[in-house]
């Protein structure tokens, strides 16, 4: 998804010309040399080489990437240069070899058959081990003084609640980054509701949302997602949409259906697949835990830890784990 949603975390996308230049601002650029790819050798174990990681904008993914790129340099002597890019940007990198992973994807099952089954420049290398919840959430003290609000057949007898000055008279369905995996405008429209979806900008926008709106008990529904830190200090209360079943939101524009429970997964370039390099190892072997990702998210966001600091506290802390993920020669 998903979207880092902390502010440092903004991707752009640049065209130049005939050529695509993804940019990961204040980051490397894809489409700039940024040194050898790892290379394999007859087939046989390479040096790590330059191992270019991508960076999706939500602090989840943030931890994914700064614990693999922790290991990555202090275990296998690997050049990480992490790129801030926004999911589908990110995708496209796979193309050129530019993006050699993307260590947290949300479904994005139209991305997987363009990159992996038509343009075969990129392969799936299974788990993170996270599972993802994707839905629309109320604050705790809304749920308790309106226990019917989590059915979302009575979310329009509540409209009138969530008006805001950008809500254009409906009530307000908060969204996180435009670039998340959303059906939200789809859904509403489906489901007849009289909402109008507001995009908050980013993760960090919908977390102080959601704070405050607990601490004032003022209204407020919106997009959110689970692994995230922030359910271990305000416990979100998911609404109920339909109940997604196989194929209900085969149709972006149809969607009528919740979103299924995602087992998140890592992405590859086909070209480091096929590399040698013991990072793809470390990213193929790479799986933990919704709690362990949430630990890292909180060292980074509430903790006032950089991810090199809260990668480095958490990798000290679980030797046993990071040693299942090392290729063999190095574990």
Same mark, same amino acid.
């Given at each position: 998804?998903?979207?880092? %949603? @902390? ?60 614990? @693999? ?22 995708? #496209? ?78 009530? #307000? ?47 407020? @529904? ?21 109940? %997604? ?63 090199? #600091? ?14 299942? %993920? ?6």
């Amino acid at each position: 998804m998903a979207v880092s %949603w @902390i502010a440092g975390l903004r991707a752009c996308a640049v065209v130049a010309g005939a050529a695509l230049l993804l940019s990961g601002c204040g980051g490397a650029k894809v489409g700039e040399d940024t040194g050898a790819q790892a290379s394999g050798d007859g087939g046989g174990k390479s040096a790590c080489g330059t191992f270019n990681l991508a960076v999706n904008p939500w602090v989840g993914y943030e931890a994914n990437a700064a614990v @693999i790129a922790h290991v990555a340099e202090k275990e296998l002597g690997c050049n990480v240069v992490k790129k801030d890019l926004k999911e589908e940007v990110a995708w #496209q990198g796979f193309a050129t070899g530019e993006v050699d992973a993307i260590v947290e994807n949300w479904g994005h099952e139209d991305l997987k058959k363009k990159y992996i089954d038509e343009q075969k420049v990129a392969v799936a290398v299974g788990p993170t081990g996270n599972k993802g919840v994707i839905g629309w959430f109320v604050p705790p003290w809304m749920a308790e003084k309106y226990p019917d609000i989590t059915d979302w057949k009575n979310l329009n007898k509540y409209a009138d609640l969530f008006k805001t000055s950008e809500s254009g008279g409906k009530g #307000q369905l908060l969204d996180g980054d435009p670039s998340f995996v959303t059906n939200d405008e789809a859904l509403v429209k489906n489901l007849k509701l009289d909402f109008k979806v507001v995009y908050a900008g980013s993760e960090a926008a919908l977390i102080t949302a959601f704070r405050q709106a607990e601490k004032q008990k003022t209204p407020l @529904i919106g997009y959110f997602y689970d692994p995230q830190w922030f359910m271990s200090e305000v416990k979100l209360v998911k609404v109920d949409l339909p109940e %997604w079943t196989e194929g209900c939101d085969a149709d972006a524009a149809k969607v009528a259906c919740d979103y299924p429970v995602y087992d998140l997964d890592k992405i590859v370039s086909k070209k480091f697949a096929d590399s040698g390099s013991p990072a793809y190892e470390l990213v193929k072997n790479f799986n933990w835990t919704n709690d362990d990702q949430n630990v890292v998210s909180k060292y980074i966001s509430e903790d006032g830890m950089t991810a090199e #600091q809260a990668a480095e506290k958490w990798v000290a802390d679980n030797p046993d784990k990071i040693k299942a %993920w090392l290729p063999a020669a190095a574990g």
